[in-house]
């Protein structure tokens, strides 16, 4: 405010709620729920009183209420580089972009490409890129937070954060109730799905192992030949879905509510995943 010292009544009034903070050093603090700032310059004594010769900056914060509140930010990805903040949270594993300043936190959900890389020559740079965003993880992040602590072993296992630089912090389960069991059977119907079936949910990556389950029932049709298996989840070319058997039906992705339907009436769910951060 023009001034070149801290300990001395300075010329314009620095007023927080209408409290007067009659020196320089006594203000520098942050505020993070600020409802306006007023910058009035020349004198304003009438209103102000002594040291506002110059002017006075009156900061007025929001009212408190009983409710919960947050405030966020939204920018371009671009963007982040030039963005200042106390703290930049990574939701998925990897920094895409470094932040300038403030705290980097990751969420890792697991290391699979680590732990079970793509073992076709074809994937090599898929592996290579994933192998380097893990790493660049250690490297640059503040804190990770681990969804199990099973994750958190293979972080320190594969990549060697130390345990004091993560936080395990369990996956929470999805709120709402269920939908009406009364639309199961035309939400049944509508996905093609008919008769008694297993179900497994995921996508087709190589480490759900679908291949396995496609063996194994094989030999669950032998004596019972009524059951089919459904498959819930994205799936890609060259995936199980081009070769499906006259049993097996795929119903790619799925609304939440059809889930919640598939999971209910499915004689039995079948998970033969090899790996899972969870």
Known sequence: ?????DGIEQGVGIYVDDVYYSRVASATFDFLDVAQIEVLRGPQGTLYGKNTTAGAINITTNQPTFD?????????????????ADVFWYPWNAIITKARVGAMVVTLQDVAPLAMPDPRWSRWFKNARAKWRYREVARLATHVIAISEFSAREAH??????????????????FGAPPDAAGDA??????????KYLLTVGAADRRKNFPMLQRAMRTVRET??????????????????????????????????????????AELFVFPSRYEGF
């Open 1 to 5: 405010f023009g001034l070149t010292n």
């Open 186 to 195: 035309a939400a049944l119907e509508r996905l093609g799905v008919r008769g």
């Open 68 to 84: 919960f509140e947050g405030r966020a930010e939204v920018k371009l990805l671009r963007e982040l580089p030039t963005t200042t």
């Open 157 to 174: 296992r594969h990549l060697g954060i130390p345990y004091d630089r993560m936080t395990v912090v369990l996956d929470g389960g999805d």
């Open 224 to 265: 019972h030949p009524e059951l089919s298996l459904v498959l819930a989840g994205p799936r890609r070319r060259g995936s199980a879905q081009d070769a499906l058997q006259s049993w097996e039906q795929a119903v790619g992705f799925v609304s939440d509510d059809d889930l919640w339907r598939l999971y209910r009436n």
